[in-house]
């Protein structure tokens, strides 16, 4: 098996920890500290449902014996795949303190995604929870078929033959649980996948608790405040930007919304008083409308951080008169670098820029497309390097060389400016990144599997504007022999496992792509043929 690491060098390990950023704190052990200093103040909130700092603590490390005693051990790695439950927390906790390292996979992941992640990863379990529309049982069962050494099917409800249940492992007796190396990997999470599909990405105790510490201090986050969980629990944005983890770091009350509608959101506000959460623009938008008809108590509402995608100012203008709170936006990543702008910042910096890095030691470079630094406020490519931000993805060389150069700076991918005053404002993508409401598709990754059609000669995917969902996915079709139809293709896509946001929202055939002198297809020329020529091809 693979070793999972993270290694900055000598010389920057030492400069980050004599500033003060890596303090060698542990997940495992501050939710010890919480549980000891307020035990029975409410740490989650899932519908009726409550645990304590006390609860939470007890049950993670019963839950960390229970996985131990099934015969995993540190070093493991376990899928995590469920709903936003309140049991998600138990478990993640459970998973760091028994040393074996979580892979955050989302709800809408099927096998395709699964079974890339269970063998890049090599996963020894997957977690998922029954009864929940989909049947997440299945698919767990057909990815350990096969991935010869994901042996276990950890199931939160009912268990079936070749499962455990999360409540039987809750029953395991106590056990030593040794403290963890603050240096180590706690967790892999996914990246947005440019090329292909996702890259794990491996988090450390030290820098990534050192974003939380940050993150909570910069958007005023405390133990006196309750923070809404509406996004899908496992995206990086609303476990760290301040998010879950932020939230149980200062001791704070977490309560979890089963989807981001407003239907389900504006009610959970008013009842639990919730003072803070975070948004993607697409989602902003919807909350806008219906907080319009002024039937919910929104008052203790203090912020909200939207992130995830661009927000267009016109939209971001609206958050503070008609939702009555502070907008803070968030601009960051899940390889490292997150930006802010400050709660005071005036209204024209707050709807206009992504913000501020969170740390002096963020470095920040924005260069042309040969390397060079750019002028001063002109837009450039994004690379950064700092005490947060990875050195390396696990277990992918060619990534690695792509994302990252010589001297450790990350490529980000990302097309910014920077203001005088050092905010940041986001121009876009550079490469064929589709930011579908937040959700990251590779255009690449969709081509392949259209490729794969009998009646496909060639396929290329691009972005396309659209005012809802910040942008859509539109796949160009060479057709091979007889044009298929565009619902054909779609219906395609869905049943070679993939997540439903990645079904291309429209599909244009043509009879062949307009190339670059290098011999590429222009993405460019592609987007303006789109533009120009949508009608009753479009499907």
Not at 55 to 76: P, T, V, W, Y
Not at 235 to 250: D, K, Q
Not at 465 to 487: H, M, N, Q, T, Y
Not at 507 to 518: G, N, Q, W
């Amino acid at each position: 098996m693979i070793p999972v690491t993270q290694t900055w060098s000598a010389e920057a390990a030492a400069r980050y920890r004599s500033k003060g950023y890596w303090r060698g704190e542990t997940f495992g052990a501050f939710l010890r500290a919480r549980a000891q200093a307020t035990p029975d103040a409410v740490a989650i909130v899932c519908g009726a449902r409550r645990w304590t700092y006390a609860d939470f603590d007890r049950d993670s490390d019963a839950f960390a014996a229970g996985l131990l005693d099934l015969g995993l051990r540190a070093g493991d790695r376990a899928i995590v795949q469920l709903p936003n439950i309140g049991e998600y927390f138990i478990i993640v906790f459970g998973l760091f303190k028994a040393g074996i390292l979580p892979i955050f996979a989302l709800p809408g992941h099927r096998s395709a995604e699964i079974t890339h992640f269970a063998e890049k990863g090599e996963a020894a379990a997957h977690i998922v929870a029954a009864g929940q529309g989909f049947d997440y049982c299945a698919l767990a069962h057909d990815v350990r078929g096969r991935v010869p050494g994901l042996s276990h099917v950890v199931t939160v409800g009912a268990a079936g033959a070749g499962e455990v249940g999360y409540d039987d492992l809750l029953r395991a007796a106590p056990r030593d649980l040794p403290a963890r190396d603050p240096a180590g990997v706690a967790f892999l999470q996914l990246s947005g996948g440019s090329t292909g599909l996702s890259k794990l990405i491996p988090r450390s105790h030290d820098d990534y608790i050192y974003t939380l510490r940050e993150s909570a201090r910069i958007c005023g986050l405390t133990a006196a405040d309750t923070l809404m969980i509406a996004l899908p629990a496992a995206h990086n944005f609303p476990m760290s930007s301040p998010g879950s983890l932020s939230a149980f770091y200062v001791g704070a009350r977490v309560v979890l919304a089963p989807s981001p509608s407003p239907d389900a959101c504006l009610p959970l506000i008013a009842r639990e008083r919730v003072t803070m959460t975070s948004l993607v623009p697409p989602v902003a938008l919807l909350w806008l409308s219906a907080a319009e008809a002024g039937q919910h108590d929104l008052s203790s509402l203090r912020v909200i951080q939207i992130g995830g995608a661009k927000l267009a100012p016109e939209v971001a203008r609206r958050i503070r008169p008609v939702l009555g709170c502070t907008l803070q936006q968030v601009f960051g990543m899940a390889e490292g670098l997150v930006n802010y702008t400050a709660l005071d910042d005036d209204e024209e910096t707050i709807v206009t820029t992504q913000g501020r890095p969170i740390s002096p030691d963020d470095e920040i470079l924005i260069v042309d497309d040969d390397g060079r630094d750019v002028a001063p406020g002109e837009a450039g490519h994004l690379l950064t390097r700092g005490p947060y931000t990875i050195r390396a993805y696990h277990n992918d060389d060619g990534a690695n060389a792509r994302a990252f150069t010589a001297d450790g700076f990350y490529r980000t991918g990302d097309i910014v400016l920077r203001r005088a005053d050092g905010a940041l404002v986001v121009q876009g993508r550079a490469g064929d990144h589709i930011n579908r409401a937040g959700e990251k598709i590779s255009a690449e990754e969709i081509e392949d599997h259209l490729l794969a059609h009998p009646q496909v000669f060639d396929a290329a995917v691009v972005s396309i504007p659209d005012e809802f969902l910040g942008e859509r996915s539109c796949a160009f079709v060479i057709p091979r022999g007889d044009k298929p139809k565009a619902a054909a293709l779609k219906a395609w896509i869905r049943q070679r496992g993939l997540a439903e946001f990645k079904v291309p929202d429209q599909v244009v055939f043509v009879e062949r792509f307009t190339e670059t002198a290098v011999g590429k297809i222009s993405r460019k020329a592609l987007r303006a043929h789109l533009r120009a020529t949508l009608g009753p091809e479009a499907g």
